[in-house]
């Protein structure tokens, strides 16, 4: 061969060699931007908590997903493509009725960050031994807080109101949970509900606090989880199955 049929002979080997790795490398990043599609969430996840409150007893409870048991305690709590703006709450069964004042919905935009930051803030009045839950700040009474929100970092500690000075924050069973949305598929809200009849009083539970013995099993999954899964309670406070539920809400 002479010297320029080789280096002809050499430019074209280079040249299918560089075609070939360009076709082998083009297909990676369209892959991995097709994994994060898929993995993404979407809409507004519209949490709404539901107060109710029964005079006779001087006593509180809040609810987050419809209970199994008792559709008198339903909560709208859903995945939508639109932000609700107005809590919608059961009428409750008579004893206990809605509190207004302590209703609130949250229309959190599932698309903001890769982290739902779900903030649970317990406030306890000792002279009745009466406590209720926030996820998100009432519409009617912002001293009772919370800093439930999607964002791009994980938050482990709660941001949560001074309360009234009667109803005061409650560290033990308040907590932070920072769900990786990017995780699964499912937001599985577990909502655990005690009562201790020695207090007449109702403790709600979404996120597992310090006092574990109120855990729940609220997470992230790619399976869509039915029953709720509930800590024992301390023996005084035991769990009200009717009351408790798992509510799995699609996140795209």
């Not at 519209?46 to 987050?64: E, G, I, P, R």
């Not at 994980?154 to 109101?161: A, H, I, R």
């Not at 207090?199 to 539970?205: E, G, I, K, M, Q």
Request: glycine letters at 10%.
């Amino acid at each position: 061969m002479t010297r320029w049929t080789i280096r002809r002979a050499r430019r074209l080997v280079l040249s299918v060699a560089v075609g070939a790795c360009a076709l082998t490398a083009t297909p990676a990043p369209a892959a991995a931007q097709a994994h994060e599609t898929e993995a993404a969430a979407s809409g507004y996840l519209n949490l709404h908590q539901c107060a109710y409150y029964a005079s006779s007893l001087d006593d509180h409870f809040s609810t987050f997903v419809t209970p199994s048991g008792d559709g008198r305690y339903s909560t709208g709590t859903k995945r939508s493509t639109t932000a609700d703006t107005t809590p919608d709450c059961g009428p409750g069964n008579g004893n206990h009725v809605p509190v207004p004042l302590l209703h609130g919905v949250r229309a959190l935009n599932l698309g903001a960050g890769r982290y739902l930051n779900l903030q649970q803030c317990d406030y306890y009045r000792s002279a009745s031994t009466d406590r209720f839950t926030t996820l998100v700040t009432p519409s009617g009474d912002g001293r009772y807080s919370t800093g439930t929100k999607v964002s791009t970092t994980p938050e482990t500690s709660p941001t949560c109101g001074p309360g009234n000075g009667s109803h005061v924050p409650n560290p033990g069973l308040s907590a932070s949970l920072p769900l990786d949305l990017t995780a699964g598929r499912y937001l599985n809200l577990h909502q655990c509900v005690y009562y201790s009849e020695r207090h007449a009083s109702h403790l709600t539970s979404v996120v597992t606090a310090p006092d574990n013995r109120y855990r729940t099993g609220t997470n992230v999954s790619d399976t869509a989880d039915t029953r709720p899964v509930c800590g024992p309670g301390n023996g005084d406070y035991v769990l009200i199955p009717l009351l408790s539920a798992a509510k799995s809400i699609p996140l795209s």
